[in-house]
T-cell receptor
Framework: ETGVTQTPRHLVMGMTNKKSLKCEQH?????MYWYKQSAKKPLELMFV?????RVENNSVPSRFSPECPNSSHLFLHLHTLQPEDSALYLC??????WGQGNGSNQPQHFGDGTRLSIL | SQQGEEDPQALSIQEGENATMNCSYK?????LQWYRQNSGRGLVHLIL?????REKHSGRLRVTLDTSKKSSSLLITASRAADTASYFC?????????FGKGTRLHILP
């Protein structure tokens, strides 16, 4: 157990569906992240939250909408996705955010991801 | 552009042998981290080495860092079947953590 739980583990949806991915961390961390992992590509950082405030959006299309209602929960709302959005979506948390003290020294704790398939 | 890049992309060795993976990066760093990802799972942090450190050990793992060559290596000694996974290096750039594409390690019985 990493302390970061993602649900669902697998999701198949059509391009017109609306669904949400959920992430919960039980580590008392202040920063949470969404990553996209596609085959043969580096891990892509999508969104970063620090203490429930979005601090980074890496040019992610608006069909992905994050939400962080509190420091323990992070959601990724999906709407009108494209086939190229099929990937493993990973949530992570860290005690501190980079740029805060020794934030870049903080290991990230990952959930097991949601395998998303767009039909 | 990608900061860290692992080499080789894939590696198959016999159980009991040592496995060495390398990571090269482009700009100066404060620290470098190695992660492991088992199939169908998330990444797990293995070890962090700071820019002023040259070598670090954790169990069967040995990490080296050569800042003059902008490279790091991860050595897994006496490999086991459970070591089969993808291994990623992560470097910091502009205070952000950037992951490479990873090395897929397969331990043969």
């Amino acid at each position: 157990e990493t302390g970061v739980t993602q649900t669902p583990r697998h999701l198949v949806m059509g391009m017109t569906n609306k669904k949400s991915l959920k992430c919960e961390q039980h580590l008392g961390h202040n920063a949470m992240y969404w990553y996209k992992q596609s085959a043969k590509k580096p891990l892509e950082l999508m969104f970063v939250y620090s203490l429930e405030e979005r601090v980074e959006n890496n040019s992610v299309p608006s069909r992905f909408s994050p939400e962080c209602p509190n420091s323990s929960h992070l959601f990724l709302h999906l709407h009108t996705l494209q086939p190229e959005d099929s990937a493993l979506y990973l949530c992570a948390s860290s005690h501190l955010l980079w740029g805060q003290g020794n934030g870049s020294n903080q290991p990230q704790h990952f959930g097991d991801g949601t395998r998303l398939s767009i039909l | 552009s990608q900061q860290g890049e692992e080499d080789p992309q894939a590696l198959s060795i016999q159980e009991g042998e040592n496995a060495t993976m390398n990571c090269s990066y482009k700009t100066s760093i404060n620290n470098l981290q190695w992660y492991r990802q088992n199939s169908g799972r998330g990444l797990v942090h293995l070890i962090l080495i700071r820019s002023n450190e040259r070598e670090k050990h954790s169990g069967r793992l040995r990490v080296t860092l050569d800042t003059s060559k902008k490279s790091s290596s991860l050595l897994i000694t006496a490999s086991r079947a459970a070591d089969t996974a993808s291994y990623f290096c992560a470097t910091d750039r502009d205070d952000k953590i950037i992951f490479g594409k990873g090395t897929r390690l397969h331990i043969l019985p």
